[in-house]
Nanobody
Framework: KLIESGGGLVQAGESLRLSCAASGYRFHTYTMGWLRQAPGKEREFVAGINYNGGATKYADSAEGRFTISRDNPKSTLYLQMNNLKPEDTAVYYC??????????????????WGQGTQVTVSS
């Protein structure tokens, strides 16, 4: 089970930190990702991190503003989002990829999903 928290309504330029608590998973062995879906758009990759935090990958839209991290002893995934923009408005999902290997950017590669948390950025 993956449970996201930390979403909310902020103004452009502000920050949010999303968290994703995992239970019942071998969290420390999985690649984890944050993906988002805006109204009327397809779900898209935002950031990913490998099993031990040694490698990360970001979408161009997130590079330099967002930071993904994980705390394996706490089975928790984080996404620090700075300098938020109205185009960042979406439902944000954490997801787990149980297959070993590279950090995947396609949503279909992820096996387990949380319920999502809404992030709304006003201009």
């Amino acid at each position: 089970k993956l449970i996201e928290s930390g979403g909310g309504l902020v103004q452009a330029g502000e920050s949010l930190r999303l968290s994703c608590a995992a239970s019942g998973y071998r969290f420390h062995t999985y690649t984890m990702g944050w993906l988002r879906q805006a109204p009327g758009k397809e779900r898209e990759f935002v950031a990913g991190i490998n099993y031990n935090g040694g490698a990360t990958k970001y979408a161009d839209s997130a590079e330099g503003r967002f930071t993904i991290s994980r705390d394996n002893p706490k089975s928790t995934l984080y996404l620090q989002m700075n300098n938020l923009k109205p185009e960042d408005t979406a439902v944000y999902y954490c997801a787990a990829d149980i297959s070993p290997g590279a950090i995947e950017v396609t949503p279909v590669a992820y096996d387990y999903w949380g319920q999502g948390t809404q992030v709304t950025v006003s201009s």
